[in-house]
């Protein structure tokens, strides 16, 4: 099992900053990525960011160029830098952590956090 801690979020204007932090605890052999995913409210839950080992990184469009996804691996931890926020990236952040074994791969979440952009 892994537990994953986030940490971070909260309220700001349009233009802030904001930074999230998730760390893995637990048995964390296998992790391959980890990243973000968001969910506002009435809206299907969606890609923000995501790394892999080697730190290649993938970004949704709509936060290319404003966020900035990275990675310890030595500490399994993932940190989402997020500025020029705007009000549509109002949504709950969910920590993404996937593991791979010989016989298995698992998804993990975290438990969420809130991001409120006001304008």
């Known amino acids: 099992q892994v537990q994953l801690v986030e940490s971070g979020g909260g309220s700001v204007q349009a233009g802030g900053s904001l930074r999230l932090s998730c760390a893995a605890s637990?048995?964390?052999?296998?992790?391959?990525?980890m990243g973000w995913y968001r969910q506002a409210p009435g809206k299907q839950r969606e890609l923000v960011a995501l790394i892999t080992t080697s730190g290649i990184t993938n970004y949704a469009d709509s936060v290319k160029g404003r966020f900035t996804l990275s990675r310890d691996n030595a500490e399994n931890t993932v940190s989402l830098q997020m500025v020029s926020l705007r009000p549509e990236d109002t949504a709950v952040y969910c920590c993404?952590?996937?593991?791979?074994?010989?016989?298995?791969?698992?998804?993990?979440w975290g438990q969420g956090t809130q991001v409120t952009v006001s304008s």
């Open positions: 637990g048995n964390r052999f296998g992790i391959t990525t």
């Open positions: 993404h952590v996937r593991i791979r074994t010989v016989v298995s791969e698992t998804v993990y």
